[in-house]
């Protein structure tokens, strides 16, 4: 993948955004790319896991508020599906019932991708497994 910080800093700087939130912008950004480098960095459960390691951080405000505006630029570059951080966030906020399960998303993810499935497709996938892992946890008796 073509390093999208160039072009995203010409976004930020084209909508007028002060410098100092431009840096920052910039620098959380690189964080997350180098973070998820051997990952496709537009999936959902990548991204929902980086943002669950951010919930243990101070500044995690900050770095969400980064990841949000990188999202909006990627989808207006048609590099991933509109609502993917949306997404992400939400899935962030469900823990699956095993470690396994996020490892078995993100395997079956890449087996779509490998197939040639739209990333609209993926999305839809991913989505309504979740969907279906939350309400199976719901039905479960409590002891």
Same mark, same amino acid.
């Given at each position: 993948m073509?390093?999208? =910080? %160039? *072009?995203?800093? =010409?976004y930020l700087e084209a909508k007028n955004y002060q410098p100092t939130t431009v840096k920052n912008y910039i620098a959380d950004t690189n964080i997350y790319l180098r973070s998820v480098a051997s990952q496709n960095p537009f999936? %959902? %459960?990548? =991204? #929902? *896991?980086f943002m669950m390691e951010l919930a243990k951080k101070n500044n995690n405000k900050r770095y969400l508020a980064s990841l949000k505006k990188f999202c909006q630029f990627a989808s207006d570059q048609h590099l991933c599906p509109p609502g993917i951080f949306k997404t992400s =966030?939400?899935? #962030?906020?469900h823990k699956p019932s095993s470690p396994n399960l996020d490892s078995l998303l993100t395997q079956f993810e890449q087996h779509l991708t490998h197939k040639n499935r739209s990333s609209s497709t993926v999305k839809n996938y991913i989505n309504d497994l979740q969907q279906y892992i939350e309400f199976c946890q719901k039905q479960k008796p409590n002891p």
């Open positions: 073509i390093n999208p =910080l %160039p *072009a995203f800093k =010409l999936s %959902p %459960p990548v =991204l #929902s *896991a =966030l939400r899935l #962030s906020q």
